[in-house]
């Protein structure tokens, strides 16, 4: 469910908060899940318990898992907020990605907001 990538700049404690978020907007984790517990996260990711205790804090803290002593961590749904922000953050890059080919391709800026005008009267 979760794969860290250690050679990326991005703390480890961040990609886990940062897949857990998606796996609740996918729709793969659901309200009530529970995630996996922090020792058996750390054991399976070959990573500090503490990292992931900092991540399950996060997610807490952001109001997306609850965790209850002896019992574990669990999920307490997908945030609409949240949903909406990811699929944002999903749109943009994908139009970064545009607009980085139509510069490539020396469109204007007139050129290019002439072809989104169109696009978004269809």
């Known amino acids: 469910m979760i794969i860290i990538n250690n050679s990326s700049m991005i ?3 961040e990609q886990i ?3 857990v978020k998606q796996n609740i907007v996918d729709g793969k984790l659901k309200e009530g899940d529970a995630l996996p517990s922090v020792r058996g996260l750390s054991k399976d990711l ?3 318990a503490l990292t992931v205790k900092k ?3 996060i997610l807490e803290a952001d ?3 609850r965790t209850v ?3 574990g961590s669990f999920v307490l749904g997908a945030n609409p907020g949240l ?3 990811q699929r944002v953050v999903e749109i943009q890059k994908d139009l970064e990605m545009v607009l980085d080919k139509a510069k490539s391709y ?3 800026k007139e050129e290019i907001k002439d072809l989104f005008d169109i696009l978004m009267e269809e």
Do not use: F, T, W
Request: glycine letters at 8%.
């Open 55 to 57: 991540a399950y804090d």
């Open 69 to 71: 002593q002896g019992k």
């Open 17 to 19: 908060v940062n897949q």
């Open 106 to 108: 020396d469109l204007s």
């Open 46 to 48: 070959k990573i500090s």
């Open 11 to 13: 703390p480890i404690y």
């Open 83 to 85: 949903v909406h922000e």
């Open 63 to 65: 109001g997306l898992c």
